[in-house]
């Protein structure tokens, strides 16, 4: 398999995040890369400035990531560990080293709260909807275990990256899980789970792991979706973060909880188009 992309900012919830890839990757007798992406601190006011130079800033983040992964490779000396220093925002580190490195997927930390004094929890959203990848976001504390049932919140009519979705269902068979597709309804009409499904390029990707169908009602699809998942015993959650399917008014409303702030379980996201 191809590795497993890591993001680090040294948090606790970033930490735990990089055991649980860890520890994902023995499962599936992978390897890991680390990535720490530095962006010199400032101080917020009305003449911003950066806190110490750059150079001085850049080298004492070298100097505890390298101490961060012979620690880390001395934890788990069965597994192969690399690591990436990179400068510059997140996301766009994380696409420039796997436009050049492929990887299988990207594991970071979920805070849940937004944002924090580093930079892994204003940055999981970006992340999440931005990078081409598969990304998982794993709440500050989980641990990882193969998941037994995975969650799928669908809209089927957004849905038309067919090699996406036969990722995701080699995903659901690499860690032989049950999948759930889940598609809320909110006009509060009877519908067949089978009228909406059947002919969509959903159900045809996803045939092969035989996935149970979930048609919901509800106003409040991210109430629903976390109420599926909590009632239901989902191990991980997928979404498709893009500005073409009704997740987008979750990520941007404010009067409401959102998915990524309040999900349980680790969030798995893929992209549409």
């Known amino acids: 398999m191809l590795p497993i992309l890591i993001p680090t900012d040294f948090s606790d919830v970033a930490n735990n995040a990089v055991h649980f890839g860890c520890s994902m990757a023995i499962d599936q007798n992978n390897s890991v890369v680390l990535l720490h992406a530095f962006m010199m601190p400032v101080n917020i006011n009305e003449d911003p400035m950066m806190i110490m130079p750059l150079n001085e800033g850049q080298e004492i983040a070298e100097g505890r990531f390298d101490a961060f992964t012979e620690r880390l490779r001395k934890e788990y000396p069965q597994l192969k560990i690399e690591s990436v220093f990179m400068m510059g925002d997140l996301h766009d580190c994380i696409d420039d080293y796997a436009s050049e490195n492929p990887i299988s997927i ?120 976390n109420g599926f998942v909590n009632t239901h015993n989902m191990d991980w959650l997928v979404i498709a973060p893009h500005h073409h399917s009704f997740f987008e008014r979750i990520f941007h409303k404010s009067h409401t909880t959102t998915l990524i702030q309040h999900c349980a379980v680790p969030l798995l996201a893929i992209h549409e188009l």
């Open 106 to 225: 990207v594991v970071m930390g979920n805070s849940g709260e937004g944002s924090t004094m580093l930079w892994l929890g204003s940055n999981v959203t970006s992340v999440m909807k931005h990078v081409k990848q598969f990304v998982l976001a794993v709440p500050s504390k989980i641990s990882y275990a193969r998941p037994l049932k995975i969650g799928f919140a669908c809209d089927f009519k957004s849905h038309k990256n067919h090699e996406q979705l036969q990722q995701l269902a080699d995903w659901v068979q690499i860690l032989g899980a049950e999948l759930h597709v889940v598609n809320v309804n909110d006009n509060n009409k009877d519908v067949s789970p089978e009228s909406i499904y059947e002919d969509s390029i959903v159900h045809q990707a996803l045939m092969k792991v035989k996935p149970e169908y979930h048609l919901l009602q509800g106003q409040n699809a991210d109430e629903v979706i």
